[in-house]
């Protein structure tokens, strides 16, 4: 039996002429919306860019830069700091070094090291001044600023507090000979002149500048007593 319906569209067949047809159905192919670029961007992604919440789905990118040296962290310089103990330790012109890089390029890591071992020398001595020679350091070196400023120079109290620690290293220089010749107290008062001057004309000859003019004495006898003072504190005068 075989019904053929009249709109041509079907064609229904017995189930006996059912078993001999065969075929294949293609189907076409179907894709999936997920989303832009591999799925990189779905569908929530796209509900949540489009009511500004985009930002809870990014993913901060790893760092590719390799880490810095801890001295470049700190803003250490060995060099720099080699550089300007030479300049104070050797402070006549005629030797050839840029004396006013100490003062122009003040740093805080090489005049506190400079501090630091004159505290350790002063151990030797007095256990307790260590804290007042970084104190001194500290509030004399403010003293020094707001001094030169009245008097019309142009410092920053970074460049003093710079030019004032690495001018210790006089006093460093002569503490080991101090030790030697100790018996000596002639001697030994010489040596101790002449640290005490060492030192404040390598601090002067840098802070002290031509815009002082005629005040210049007054700016280097508060310098000259400060290292005196730092001496008395190491040799417990």
């Known amino acids: 039996m075989q019904f053929s319906p009249t709109n041509g569209d079907f064609t229904f067949v017995s189930s006996t ?3 001999e047809l065969s075929g294949t159905i293609s189907a076409p192919d179907i894709k999936l919306n997920v989303g832009s670029e591999g799925g990189k961007d779905p569908y929530a992604t796209t509900f949540l860019r489009q009511r500004g919440y985009g930002w809870l789905l990014e993913v901060e990118e790893d760092d590719s830069e390799e880490s810095k040296p801890l001295l470049e962290e700190l803003d ?9 103990i030479r300049c104070v330790l050797m402070p006549m012109p005629s030797l050839g070094y840029n004396r006013q890089v100490v003062r122009d ?3 805080f890591w090489g005049p506190l090291a400079v501090v630091l071992l004159f505290s350790m020398i002063s151990i030797y001595g007095q256990f307790r001044v260590v ?3 970084i104190t001194i350091w500290i509030f004399g070196s403010l003293t020094i600023f707001l001094l030169a400023r009245v008097l019309g120079g142009e410092v920053s109290f970074g460049q003093v507090l710079g030019v004032i620690g690495y001018s210790l290293l006089p006093l460093i220089v002569i503490a080991p000979v101090l030790l030697v010749i100790g018996g000596f107290e002639v001697v030994s008062t010489l040596i101790k002149l002449f640290g005490v001057f060492w030192a404040a004309y390598s601090a ?9 003019k005629t005040k210049k004495p007054l700016l280097i006898y508060p310098i000259l007593l400060l290292y005196i ?3 008395s504190l190491y040799t417990g005068v």
């Not at 250490?76 to 300007?84: A, G, L």
């Not at 002067?204 to 031509?210: E, H, N, T």
């Open 131 to 133: 804290s007042w020679i």
């Open 229 to 231: 003072y730092f001496l």
């Open 204 to 212: 002067a000859s840098l802070l002290v500048g031509d815009e002082f």
């Open 76 to 84: 250490i310089d060995p060099k720099d700091i080699y550089y300007k």
């Open 105 to 107: 390029n003040p740093d």
């Open 17 to 19: 002429e059912a078993e």
